[in-house]
Structure formats: C-alpha cells, structure tokens
C-alpha cells in the first residue's frame, strides 16, 4: 500500500486479530492515525495495538442468577 502504513490485514496479522476487528477499530476512531482511502483503511506502522474495552471485572458474572424470575403478572376477576 503506502510507505509507513499497513492494511487492515497486515494491521490484524500484526495484532493477532481478525480483519473485521480492525475495520471496526478503524470505524469507531479508536486506531490513532488511520486514514480510509476509498474502501480501504491505512494504518500507520508505528501504531500500537488499541486497549481492548470489553469488561474484565467480573461485574457481570452471575448476573443470570441475580436477576428477578419472571414477570409480574396480572390477574383478572
């Protein structure tokens, strides 16, 4: 592609993601520095592998068992 800047794929191999990930990253701004040149997206070589946001707290465990059971239900006379 451009000197100084890897493709999506070349970004994912890098990074050991897969290439929607990347595209993603690219599209939510979360890869500083990534230009999209028609439907392609340049990354610059330098760039770091962006913070992975999902949760790891653990705040969601067990939330299955802690949740109400069932719905309130009506009844009609």
Known sequence: MIENYLTVKEAA???NLKDRA???MCM???IPGAVKFGKNWAIPVETER???KREKTGKYKGWR???PKGRA????K
């Open 13 to 15: 191999e890098k990074w």
């Open 22 to 24: 990347v595209q993603a």
């Open 28 to 30: 939510d701004g979360r």
């Open 50 to 52: 962006p913070k992975d």
């Open 65 to 67: 068992k802690n949740s």
């Open 73 to 76: 239900v009506k009844t009609v």
